[in-house]
């Protein structure tokens, strides 16, 4: 882990537009509550369409992002900010 600064263009909550050195346009950071949300989201999308390679491909795309972000979080013992369990198991 390092620390720069970032150029932080808005911080609203889940909405935060920020550049990082070095990149030459701003993004948005995404929480990874809000990704995990999107990720079943994408999955339950993608079973009412049936077969649908782009939606398959945007849904893949989100699972890998999770799949980096929770990598990283394991990488540094933090916490998950969701609980991955399905709804039948969770207390």
């Not at 992002?65 to 929770?70: E, M, N, T």
């Not at 990488?75 to 709804?87: A, G, M, N, Y």
């Amino acid at each position: 882990m390092r620390t720069e600064t970032v150029e932080i263009y808005s911080d609203k909550t889940n909405r935060a537009v920020m550049r990082h050195p070095g990149r030459n346009f701003p993004g948005v950071l995404i929480q990874g509550d809000t990704l995990f949300n999107l990720c079943i989201m994408a999955d339950e999308a993608c079973a009412k369409a049936g077969s649908n390679e782009d939606m398959e491909r945007l849904r893949d795309a989100l699972w890998d992002l999770l799949l980096h972000y929770k990598i990283v979080l394991g990488e540094h013992d933090i916490r998950l900010p969701f609980d991955e369990r399905p709804w039948f198991l969770k207390p």
